[in-house]
């Protein structure tokens, strides 16, 4: 490649994609287990007597199903001006899903939000138990960036294929 | 690709070697068996990627429809890979800190599950020329 525009070899589109789909697979691991940490840690070396229940879990539930429904929509469905087949455009039905999955995925991290100030922080405790709130709040962060990473990272492939066809 | 000769290969299994001697001895020294889930871990992490960029080739043979479908599925793999090598990280920290295992031991497991993983990946790189088609 002769007419770059920097003097250093920038990455291809798809390398930035390949590297994009597995660092979002390492932070929806890393949310998952700051999660999993807080509820293992409240089992086995909890210092009081509150602990992780079902309702901390209800959260990551609700963003780890928003992530599958986001992610499982096909992109191309999305833009309303593209051809379709069966006459009207189907673009409504996708934009539906989409909400839903971003619905999910919002109220999972407002719930953890929630939790942690319902059962966390209004009754005041200090930080060892403090930790299983902040812990889900984290988690569901970390599940909702590696969302917006994998979803960046395929659209870069699109890109990529558009000028490819050009 | 460097060329792989028969020190690489020494040298590759002594790497392995290293890596679950320093895991079986996390495990070993303080009593506490556990941190072998690690070395699964890494061992499962390669899997998805080798099965699913397998079957989107298979899927892109005929070139009927050679859309995106096939490269979701690789995404999945990539996705499920990079799941895998953090959990391989993850996993012996959760256990330090909920005080299942010595920190000791997390720092051993993890090392060396780092250099099993390393070790397929190298393995991987040095050998695809041959393996492939």
Not at chain 1, 21 to 34: E, K, M, N, Q
Not at chain 2, 11 to 29: D, E, K, N, T
Request: net charge negative.
């Amino acid at each position: 490649m002769s007419s770059r525009l920097f003097r250093f070899p920038l990455p291809s589109a798809t390398a930035l994609r390949t590297f994009g789909v597995y660092s979002s697979g390492g932070l929806f691991a890393l949310g998952i287990w700051f999660f999993l940490d807080a509820a293992i840690v409240s089992k086995y070396a909890n210092a009081s007597l509150i602990h992780v229940r079902f309702v901390d879990w209800i959260p990551s539930i609700c963003s780890i199903l928003g992530m599958i429904v986001i992610n499982s929509i096909e992109k191309a469905r999305l833009s309303a001006e593209s051809f379709s087949f069966s006459g009207s455009n189907d673009a409504w039905k996708a934009r539906l899903v989409l909400f839903l999955g971003f619905a999910l995925m919002a109220g999972g991290l407002a719930g953890s939000v929630c939790v942690l100030v319902l059962k966390y922080v209004v009754p005041g405790y200090e930080f060892p138990t403090l930790y299983f709130g902040v812990a889900n709040v984290v988690a569901n962060s970390l599940i909702m960036l590696s969302t917006v990473v994998l979803w960046v990272s395929q659209n870069f492939e699109d890109e990529y294929n558009y000028n490819l066809a050009l | 690709m460097p060329h792989a000769g028969l020190k690489t290969i020494i040298a590759l299994s002594f790497v392995l070697a290293i890596g679950f001697l320093l895991v079986i001895l996390s495990s070993a020294l303080y009593g506490q068996y556990s941190p072998l889930l690690v070395v699964a871990t890494y061992l499962f992490a390669p899997l998805p990627n080798a099965i699913c960029s397998r079957y989107a080739s298979s899927y892109n043979d005929d070139f009927m429809d050679s859309g995106s479908s096939a490269s979701g599925v690789l995404d999945l793999g990539r996705f499920l890979t990079g799941f895998l090598v953090t959990m391989g990280i993850a996993l012996p920290a959760v256990l330090a800190h909920a005080d299942v295992i010595q920190w000791g031991a997390m720092a051993m497991s993890i090392i060396g599950g780092l250099l099993i993983y390393g070790t397929i990946i190298a393995f991987t790189m040095f050998f695809q020329e041959e393996s492939d088609f």
